[in-house]
Nanobody, 129 residues
Framework: EVQLQASGGGLVQAGGSLRLSCAASGFTFANYAIGWFRQAPGKEREGVLCASSGLVGSTYYADSVKGRFTISNDNAKRTVYLQMNHLKPEDTAVYYC?????????????????????WGQGTLVTVSS
């Protein structure tokens, strides 16, 4: 069974950094596309960063986070990370990690929540102004 557990959220000052973790079980990174999404109160869930299978191929970054957020993984720990740098108050949201065995990442249309069938719990990131 594919299971994901997001963690690492917290309070951080604007301009600071934070690394979110997504512990995985029941699947192999090489066979699943990985996505990070976020949702702020009153707003629709949006794709932040989505990576192709194995985190080696195509990676989509939302314009709002491009150059600031990156994805990486530690296969030994079966964990995917979202490194967030130069955080802004508008980055404040609940962040979710997701995975899907069939999704392919080629552009913004591929980094949408409905393409991903497995989801972890959200972790709250609050960036103070």
């Amino acid at each position: 069974e594919v299971q994901l557990q997001a963690s690492g959220g917290g309070l951080v000052q604007a301009g600071g950094s934070l690394r979110l973790s997504c512990a995985a079980s029941g699947f192999t990174f090489a066979n699943y596309a990985i996505g990070w999404f976020r949702q702020a109160p009153g707003k629709e869930r949006e794709g932040v960063l989505c990576a192709s299978s194995g985190l080696v191929g195509s990676t989509y970054y939302a314009d709002s986070v491009k150059g600031r957020f990156t994805i990486s993984n530690d296969n030994a720990k079966r964990t995917v990370y979202l490194q967030m740098n130069h955080l802004k108050p508008e980055d404040t949201a609940v962040y979710y990690c997701a995975a899907d065995p069939l999704a392919t990442i080629g552009g913004p249309m591929d980094c949408q929540s409905f393409w991903f069938r497995s989801w972890g719990q959200g972790t709250l990131v609050t960036v103070s102004s």
